[in-house]
């Protein structure tokens, strides 16, 4: 089994950025497609960013296309979702999610980071 932990989660001025990471605290990371979901309250969970295996591809959801940034370091065992111009309409409790392959079956969930975006 694959467990999976976020952090890097905060409070940040519209304009800002942050940096998520995803490890495995169990498992071997490099062998899933990485993808990162959100969910704000009341809202449903939406997917914003997601790297294949080997990292040579990625896909972003039109929210998110030029903002953040997907990547993965299989050698460290972590997957980092970097934040930039943060909106407020960003603020979610943002998911690592293993997958067979991006747009592929969700096989494993992290407990969430919150990240909120306000002045």
């Known amino acids: 089994q694959l467990q999976l932990v976020e952090s890097g989660g905060g409070l940040v001025q519209p304009g800002g950025s942050l940096r998520l990471s995803c490890a495995a605290s169990?498992?071997?990371?490099?062998?899933?497609?990485i993808g990162w979901f959100r969910q704000a309250p009341g809202k449903e969970r939406e997917g914003a960013s997601c790297?294949?295996?080997?990292?040579?591809?990625?896909i972003d959801a039109d929210s998110v296309k030029g903002r953040f940034i997907i990547s993965r370091d299989n050698a460290e065992n972590v997957v980092y979702l970097q934040m930039n111009s943060l909106k407020p309409e960003d603020t979610a409790v943002y998911y690592c999610?293993?997958?067979?392959?991006?747009?592929?079956?969700?096989?494993?969930w992290g407990q969430g980071t919150q990240v909120t975006v306000s002045s």
């Open positions: 790297i294949s295996s080997s990292g040579d591809s990625t």
């Open positions: 169990r498992g071997i990371l490099s062998a899933y497609a």
């Open positions: 999610v293993a997958l067979d392959y991006c747009s592929g079956t969700e096989e494993y």
